[in-house]
């Protein structure tokens, strides 16, 4: 009875090992295949940092757009998402070297002077917010946002 027992006990065990070793179930596909990367990886980092941009995120949004813009120097996009977010860490010297950058690339636009503007009023510069405000008023179609940001500039 014992040998019986331990005979049975053997060949499960066998079953067991070479059942385990079968690999017909594995898809190569899946385990061999290499993952697909991002047209233009600056994009998707410009996308990411919007993302942690929104949820207030500001030192992961910080670390797409620096990507971003040191993968595609050109995009005024990724220069005004990282000059945005120095603002809000407070990291003023890297947001002026931020905007420098942006004017060079994108030209004075009203969006990038009333940004300047509001990282001058963060900064508690009034009358120098009160100037690029007032100056993408003067030139923005729809001033509604500039408006607030001088309505936060006169409240404060």
């Not at 065990?13 to 594995?26: E, I, K, P, S």
């Not at 190569?28 to 990367?37: L, N």
């Not at 990282?82 to 931020?98: H, N, P, V």
Request: hydrophobic fraction near 40%; glycine fraction near 8%.
């Amino acid at each position: 009875m014992r040998h019986r027992s331990f005979t049975v006990m053997a060949a499960l065990a066998a079953v067991l090992m070479v059942g385990g070793c079968t690999t017909d179930n594995v898809d190569k596909t899946k385990t061999t295949s290499i993952q697909p990367v991002a047209k233009d990886v600056s994009t998707s980092d410009l996308a990411q940092g919007k993302a942690q941009f929104r949820e207030a995120n500001y030192g992961l949004a910080e670390q797409h757009f620096r990507k971003a813009v040191e993968l595609k120097a050109d995009s005024a996009e990724g220069w005004m998402g990282l000059a945005a977010s120095y603002d809000e860490l407070g990291r003023f010297d890297f947001a002026d070297r931020a905007y420098d950058q942006l004017l060079k690339v994108a030209g004075r636009k009203p969006q990038i002077v009333n940004n300047m503007g509001y990282s001058q009023l963060l900064r508690g510069n009034k009358n120098k917010a009160r100037a690029l405000l007032m100056e993408a008023r003067a030139g923005m179609a729809d001033p509604s946002v500039i408006n607030a940001n001088l309505a936060l500039l006169n409240k404060g």
